[in-house]
């Protein structure tokens, strides 16, 4: 998770290189939820305020291949 979406980006072509395969992506997981099951997410203090301000926080899930 993150609020920089370059750093979303910059993650997505470094898993092109890598034994990687994306499983889950959000651009806003507030609104759209996480990729991965709900109960399993954590939310922070840092996170709640960007909700608190309707602004996006970003996800990726990852998988090992």
Same mark, same amino acid.
């Given at each position: %998770? ?11 072509? !470094?898993?092109?290189? !890598?034994?990687? +395969?994306?499983?889950? %992506? ?10 991965? !099951? ?9 996170? +709640? %305020? ?16």
């Amino acid at each position: %998770k993150t609020d920089f979406k370059t750093h979303i980006e910059a993650v997505l072509q !470094a898993v092109e290189k !890598a034994p990687f +395969r994306v499983i889950g %992506k959000s651009d806003d997981i507030l609104h759209d939820g996480p990729p991965w !099951a709900s109960e399993d997410d954590i939310t922070t203090n840092y996170e +709640r %305020k960007f909700h608190e301000q309707n602004l996006p926080v970003y996800c990726l899930e990852l998988e090992r291949v």
